[in-house]
């Protein structure tokens, strides 16, 4: 499975931005899709997640209620839709998939990853 994001930008604070990730197929998978991301000098961390058959989603408290995510299944796309932005939404954001159940925060379950986008919020 190979993933291409795509999305990322300048926005200042309060606006919003939609990223994309396009998965390459879907016979064997992906089970399930998620977007992490990872500020300078920060560890990676889970954002969003997404089961592709059953629409299950999970977020971070840092992000919910501000971040949507969900499928375009004709177009084996998932959306992250960013609203509200903060300063501290600054990172580089990576979609990630796997085709095995797993525990959705933990980045070493994901056996796909994409290229990563950059999300820049200014104050």
């Known amino acids: 499975v190979q993933l291409q994001a795509s999305g990322g930008g300048l926005v200042q604070a309060g606006g919003s931005l939609r990223l994309s990730c396009a998965a390459s197929?879907?016979?064997?998978?992906?089970?399930?899709m998620a977007w992490f991301r990872q500020a300078p000098g920060k560890e990676r961390e889970f954002v969003s997640w997404i089961a592709w058959s059953s629409g299950t989603t999970y977020y971070a408290d840092s992000v919910k209620g501000r971040f949507d995510i969900n499928i375009d299944n004709a177009k084996n796309t998932v959306y992250l839709q960013m609203n509200s932005l903060k300063p501290e939404d600054t990172a580089v954001y990576y979609c990630?998939?796997?085709?095995?159940?797993?525990?959705?925060?933990?980045?070493?379950?994901?056996?796909?990853w994409g290229q990563g986008t950059l999300v820049t919020v200014s104050s």
């Open positions: 197929e879907r016979t064997f998978g992906p089970y399930s």
């Open positions: 990630a998939a796997r085709t095995q159940s797993g525990i959705y925060y933990r980045a070493d379950t994901y056996a796909y």
